[in-house]
T-cell receptor
């Protein structure tokens, strides 16, 4: 398994601002995944982050809105840029050591 | 990409009864099917998974069955308990891919 932490756990932000979410894993992993879970909804993959290369974004998500960093094998950040109320969601990072995917505790974001 | 459908969206059972949740997938090349349990305000937790070379897998009160021909898989919970109340998500992963495609979730309520 993997121990995953995220910061912040929750935040309330004003529209037009940006928030950077951090994800830390207790072991080195090749890929880290960022998901969004809108209220009462399922999980939607935003992007996959590999160290040393640009993240791969899913349809409907773009780098300008959700820039991602992956400076090493245990850490990644996701920035939600120029936020609007529609960005209010839970953002979860995920890792997959040994073909099983584990999730972080999530960051609950409310945009006013 | 893969498309995963999940039914029912809500399910209520009496304590001690069985619960069954069903998912279908679209890509016959998908080969990995995990199930996650998400309690209110918490992260999704893997409860059981199955790979395409196996038809059934059981872990105490939980079992998963896979029908590759029909492209559907099901979660079975026997002797349900109030602590089984949660939202359950199925997912599928395509061969050669790393990301998961999630179903829409089933809110299970076990009535004491």
């Amino acid at each position: 398994s993997a121990v995953i932490s995220q910061k912040p756990s929750r935040d309330i932000c004003q529209r037009g601002t940006s928030l950077t979410i951090q994800c830390q894993v207790d072991s080195q992993v090749t890929m880290m995944f960022w998901y969004r879970q809108q209220p009462g909804q399922s999980l939607t993959l935003i992007a996959t982050a590999n160290q040393g290369s640009e993240a791969t974004y899913e349809s409907g998500f773009v780098i300008d809105k959700f820039p991602i960093s992956r400076p090493n094998l245990t850490f990644s950040t996701l920035t939600v840029s120029n936020m609007s109320p529609e960005d209010s969601s839970i953002y979860l990072c995920s890792v997959e050591p040994q073909e099983t995917q584990y999730f972080g505790p999530g960051t609950r974001l409310l945009v006013l | 990409g893969e498309n995963v459908e999940q039914h029912p969206s809500t399910l209520s059972v009496q304590e001690g009864d069985s619960a069954v949740i069903k998912c279908t997938y679209s890509d016959s090349a998908s080969n990995y099917f995990p199930w996650y349990k998400q309690e209110l305000g918490k992260r999704p937790q893997l409860i059981i998974d199955i790979r395409s070379n196996v038809g059934e897998k059981k872990d105490q009160r939980i079992a998963v069955t896979l029908n590759k021909t029909a492209k559907h898989f099901s979660l079975h919970i026997t002797e349900t308990q109030p602590e089984d109340s949660a939202v359950y998500f199925c997912a599928a992963r395509q061969t050669g891919a790393n990301n998961l495609f999630f179903g829409t979730g089933t809110r299970l309520t076990v009535i004491p």
